[in-house]
């Protein structure tokens, strides 16, 4: 999997639309980009898959521009419950047998 | 439906113990990983075992063993457990040994080693 480099950390206040952004640049052509979560005491959980352009979903959209080599998570209007640590991955979708390599992921915090 | 059930969900060993974790898969799902989450740390690949197998192993010592059963339920052993070995484990299965966004979680056993 191609390594990837996001902020350790992050603040935000709710209702605040929360962007983070993720740098692949050694993405290869067959590699998407794809975001886990993880709440506290709990396994991280898929949020959100790309290849290109945007994506959305009930949770968060996903912003890859052309050259591939960065990608923004935006969660609109966050809430104390979005206060996690979001993982980005990049890999191939299709392939069996890809284990997940997570690095320290960025801790978001969402206060009041 | 049940997702991914790990037990226990905590356990205290005392160093140079052994111990054995357990995993019973998301219904449908035939393929088994085990990571290592270290306090702060992004979680690390231990192992993954399909049809029986170990396919697929990270950067751990032959102390981390594993095995997986005809329903496709798993167990992770850590023998000559070092205060090291204190960390989340984490289950997570699939289908087929993937893709990158086919795997469900557990909650994970919390091992404290003194």
């Known amino acids: 999997l191609a390594k990837t480099t996001q902020p350790i950390s992050m603040d935000s206040y709710e209702g605040q639309e929360v962007n983070i952004t993720c740098s692949h640049n050694?993405?290869?052509?067959?590699?998407?980009i794809t975001w886990y979560q993880q709440f506290p005491s709990q396994g991280p959980r898929f949020i959100i898959q790309g290849y290109k352009t945007k994506v959305t979903n009930e949770v968060a959209s996903l912003f890859i521009p052309a050259d591939r080599k960065s990608s923004t998570l935006s969660l609109p209007r966050v809430s104390l419950s979005d206060t996690a640590v979001y993982y980005c991955?990049?890999?191939?979708?299709?392939?069996?047998?890809?284990?997940?390599?997570f690095g320290k992921g960025t801790t978001l915090s969402v206060s009041s | 439906d049940a997702g991914v059930t790990q037990s226990p969900t905590h356990l205290i060993k005392t160093r140079g113990q052994q111990v054995t974790l357990r995993c019973s898969p998301k219904s449908g799902h035939d393929t088994v990983s085990w990571y290592q989450q270290a306090l702060g740390q992004g979680p690390q690949f231990i192992f993954q075992?399909?049809?029986?197998?170990?396919?697929q192993r990270g950067n751990f010592p032959d102390r981390f063993s594993g095995h997986q059963f005809p329903n496709y339920s798993s167990e992770l052993n850590v023998n000559a457990l070092l205060l090291g070995d204190s960390a989340l484990y984490l289950c997570a299965s699939s289908v087929g040994q993937g893709p990158i966004d086919g795997y469900t979680f557990g909650s994970g056993t919390r091992l404290t080693v003194v």
């Open positions: 075992y399909y049809e029986e197998e170990e396919r």
């Open positions: 991955l990049v890999g191939d979708k299709d392939q069996a047998g890809t284990a997940l390599i």
């Open positions: 050694n993405i290869a052509t067959n590699d998407y």
